[in-house]
């Protein structure tokens, strides 16, 4: 019998928002960051055009509080704690989904217990019908910014067991475009933006194998890309020029594997294993800063999990999961690093003991997380002493009414983030002597979902949730006795209050199909950081306290829109994207003020099937309406913008 495929919708206890499939495929984006726009209290930091560098902030709580998984594990950074997300393409990606707190299921390793929030990217498992053996998609894009880009993925079955997936994508844009740029009370005149170059390649190769009540996945990965980052677009009359010469190289390297069995009724494991390799060069000429600057990064990282779930009762299972994680860093250049860099190397274990209930109509989950850290230094200088520390999780979800199809669902969360080495050890920066960074997190939320067989409707889902969250011993710089050296510090307090509200909607009116997807967040989220000791939000060096204030980059009101239309073999996508008024800095004064902004895409699909093979061109239009906005204060945003898009299916 041919294979069927099922689909539908999973209960999720904690807030869970995810993009997959067709949806996924028909947004007018280009990368993973891209996509996250669309995600009901996500900000993204995009520092100008596609060549810019791109950090996902969940709920205000901080970009290193947010963990960034790829097929099941980490990204891990241990130099810096952030993901670019703008280097991971959507051309082999079927969901991305953001989770707060932590996933609902407690079949996991241990790190997924560790993020406050967390990213989760699924690539394309391969999928046969009609008894085929392979499959092949291949991809063209062209546009604005003189963008080419081009793809192919290939999957092959080996046996009835085993299945290959091959992807490579090679990608280039001058990032040239003009935008508008203005001084109140003085000039206005349009710049064109530069240095915006990005040529990248990306390659993976999976295998998947299927086995007797389990399965079993390897996967290579390599990236490799070199860049121009463009700067702040700031007159010479701020000091700084619009011009910007810095450049960056970055090789991505990484393998990784999973193996999960059903080893009888009562257990099952799960192994998951991964070495990554990654190299960074950064180039700032004498152009960019008073002197030359030529730095190269080396990062490894060795990662094992165990996972063993026991279903004890048909309502009642435990996890037992130990993960064990080896990072080190080393680094030179020309900014001391051959003299003080301490080459430091980060020990992890981390033990969660999890349990799920489901007692009739309420379902209630928990775990203890334990995590033991220990750095060393390659050249025996003093580095930070070692942490143990348990941390501890409870969610819960409750359905009112037997018939219905309404949930209540709330979580307590209280986790850390462990400094970088960056934060401890950058030459005359670091501080050994910081603490973690923690959060403690609090959800009450509300979730319907309803089908319709008849009417209109096909479909609606509705989901709120109100939080409340506190950042403690936050990380922030704070400048020394010597106004040109600056350190790290334990100063910061920032409590967050918020609701974010989710809609999506079926509707079916003969063969017109449509689907929409409505997000809304309101959001305060104040620096409460006591007086005698704040360094100021975000690490300016303010002459007065800014206590009460909104963080930085962070608007009371945000929102998003999709409406996807459907009529036999045409489709048209229409996005919108609203960013209300925020502050870049943490004193919410004139000076500091960012005026907000929203754009409108849209695309429109048509669909050529030409025998047993599908031909697909897609046009794009984004900003519609050629706003000039800044999603960060002096990195201007590209207007009105164009691709064509060519997909062969074979």
Not at 40 to 61: A, E, F, H, P, W
Not at 179 to 200: A, H, L, M, P
Not at 255 to 281: C, E, G, I
Not at 284 to 299: A, D, F, G, R, V
């Amino acid at each position: 019998m041919p294979g069927v495929t099922i689909y539908g919708r999973r209960s999720q206890i904690v807030p869970a928002q995810t993009l997959s499939g067709e949806q996924l495929k028909k947004l007018s984006v280009v990368s993973v960051a891209d996509a996250l726009r669309y995600f009901s209290g996500v900000q993204i930091k995009d520092y100008g055009g596609i060549g810019g560098l791109k950090t996902v902030n969940v709920r205000s709580m901080g970009s290193q509080h947010v963990g960034v998984f790829f097929d099941g594990i980490q990204i891990g950074n241990a130099q810096n704690g952030t993901v670019d997300l703008g280097k991971f393409s959507l051309d082999n990606m079927e969901t991305i989904s953001v989770y707060n707190g932590q996933k609902s299921e407690i079949f996991q390793s241990a790190k997924d217990y560790a993020s406050a929030s967390a990213v989760y990217m699924v690539t394309r498992k391969p999928v046969f019908d009609d008894n085929r053996k392979n499959n092949l998609t291949l991809k063209a894009k062209t546009g604005s910014f003189d963008l080419a880009n081009a793809s192919a993925l290939w999957e092959t079955k080996l046996s009835e067991n085993i299945s290959l997936s091959t992807n490579a994508e090679f990608m280039y844009t001058s990032g040239r475009y003009k935008f508008r740029y203005q001084k109140d009370g003085g000039y206005d005149t349009t710049e064109v933006r530069r240095n915006g170059d990005v040529r990248s390649l990306r390659a993976e190769t999976a295998l998947f194998g299927k086995i007797k009540h389990g399965e079993w996945q390897a996967k290579a990965y390599f990236y490799n890309s070199e860049r121009g980052y463009p700067g702040a677009a700031v007159k010479k009359d701020y000091g700084i020029s619009l011009l910007n010469e810095d450049r960056q190289k970055d090789r991505n390297f990484f393998v990784q594997s999973l193996f999960r069995k059903n080893l009888s009724s009562f257990y099952s494991l799960k192994v998951q294993a991964k070495y990554a390799n990654d190299y960074m060069n950064y180039i700032m000429p004498p152009e960019s800063t008073l002197e030359p600057m030529n730095n190269h990064y080396w990062q490894q990282e060795v990662f094992v999990s165990a996972a063993n779930l026991f279903s004890i009762t048909d309502w009642w299972s435990a996890n037992l999961a130990i993960d064990m994680q080896y990072n080190h860093l080393d680094a030179d250049g020309t900014d001391m690093f051959n003299v003080g860099f301490v080459q430091p190397r980060r020990y992890t274990v981390l033990s969660a003991a999890a349990t799920s209930m489901r007692i009739q109509r309420l379902k209630v989950q928990g775990n203890l997380l334990y995590t033991f850290v220990t750095d060393e230094s390659a050249r025996n200088k003093a580095v930070a002493t070692d942490k143990n520390i348990f941390t501890p999780t409870i969610v819960a979800s409750y359905k009112p009414f037997v018939k219905s199809d309404l949930e209540l669902r709330a979580f307590y969360k209280k986790i850390f983030r462990m400094p970088t080495f960056n934060d401890l050890y950058y030459v005359q920066i670091g501080n050994r002597l910081l603490k973690p960074e923690y959060t403690t997190q609090y959800n009450l939320g509300i979730v319907y979902n309803k089908s319709f067989d008849k009417g209109i409707f096909t479909n609606i889902g509705i989901q709120a949730d109100a939080y409340y969250n506190r950042v403690t011993d936050k990380i922030i710089a704070t400048p020394t006795s010597n106004q040109l050296v600056w350190t790290m510090v334990n100063l910061g307090y920032v409590e967050i209050k918020g609701v974010d509200v989710g809609i999506t909607q079926g509707f079916k009116f003969d063969q017109v199909i449509f689907n929409t997807r409505l997000n809304y967040t309101y959001q305060t989220a104040k620096d409460l950081t006591p007086e005698k000791d704040s360094g100021g939000s975000g690490g300016s060096d303010h002459t007065e306290n800014f206590f009460g204030h909104q963080i930085p980059y962070i608007p009371w009101h945000s929102g998003s829109a999709i409406v996807n239309a459907s009529y036999r073999s045409w489709d048209l996508n229409y996005s919108f994207i609203y960013t209300g008024e925020r502050y870049m800095l943490g004193g919410n004064i004139p000076e500091n003020y960012i005026q907000p902004w929203y754009t409108h895409d849209m695309s429109v699909t048509k669909n050529f099937q030409i025998k047993k093979s599908t031909f697909k061109i897609t046009a794009e239009i984004n900003n519609i309406f050629n706003q000039q906005y800044e999603v960060v204060k002096w990195y201007p945003m590209p207007g009105t913008n164009f691709k064509i898009n060519l997909i062969l299916i074979i």
